[in-house]
């Protein structure tokens, strides 16, 4: 790749970026084809170079701010799995991978066969539960539901968990982003995250600065 085109397509990552970090569009590939009719380019950039220019945006918007909520989230996604540890919860997403900005939320994945254990569990321990939804996802073809649990907590943070059917516990999922596999942290390993370097970043190697 040239040098020139190296630069247009950095030029439409960073617009598809800002225009996922100002929220006036929520998915990848709307947000790189929206950006490439922005500037009047054919060129659509990966979405690991997208993800590369929301992060640095983030650092510029946010500075010190960002990594103090990366904690606070972090924190709170351990007391809520705490609570949901009957159900294999983990931690995914940007909270997970240590790339959180401001209009991240936590996300959380559990294992039931029944969400009506997983919605009483919060409820004991007085979280509201602001909607509760299902999404349809995609996996191998096959198109399947999923239902999804929403909590707004009192920092302000908003929590997203999915609950999963028990069969999926061992299934392995890449990421469309860095390639790797979604692995996330149960309940043990994000304690010691906590405890070890609590700003700790779950990125493969030679992907994002930092």
């Given at each position: 790749m040239n040098s020139s085109t190296s630069s247009l397509r950095r030029k439409v990552a960073?617009?598809?970026?800002?225009?996922?970090?100002?929220?006036?569009?929520?998915?990848?590939?709307?947000?790189k084809e929206r950006a490439a009719r922005n500037l009047g380019l054919r060129i659509l950039p990966t979405n690991l170079e997208v993800a590369e220019e929301l992060d640095l945006i983030a650092d510029?918007?946010?500075?010190?701010s960002r990594w103090k909520r990366l904690i606070r989230m972090r924190k709170e996604a351990l007391e809520i799995m705490e609570i949901l540890k009957d159900f294999h919860p983990r931690l995914i997403g940007s909270v997970w991978r240590g790339t959180a900005n401001?209009?991240?939320d936590i996300d959380i994945v559990v294992f039931s066969q029944n969400s009506r254990p997983v919605i009483k569990a919060l409820s004991t321990k007085g979280f509201k539960i602001a909607d509760i939804e299902k999404?349809?996802?995609m996996e191998d073809g096959t198109s399947s539901q999923v239902l999804h649990i929403f909590l707004?907590?009192?920092?302000?943070?908003?929590v997203e968990i999915a609950v999963r059917s028990e069969e999926d516990l061992t299934?392995?999922?890449?990421c469309e982003i860095y390639g790797d596999l979604k692995k996330g942290l149960n309940i043990a390993q994000l304690k010691n995250v906590l405890k070890k370097n609590?700003?700790?970043?779950?990125?493969?190697?030679?992907?994002i600065r930092k």
């Open positions: 960073r617009e598809a970026a800002l225009l996922l970090y100002t929220l006036q569009e929520k998915e990848f590939k709307q947000a510029e918007y946010e500075g010190e401001k209009n991240s999404i349809s996802v707004n907590l009192p920092s302000g943070d908003k299934k392995e999922e890449r609590p700003l700790q970043r779950f990125i493969p190697k030679g992907k």
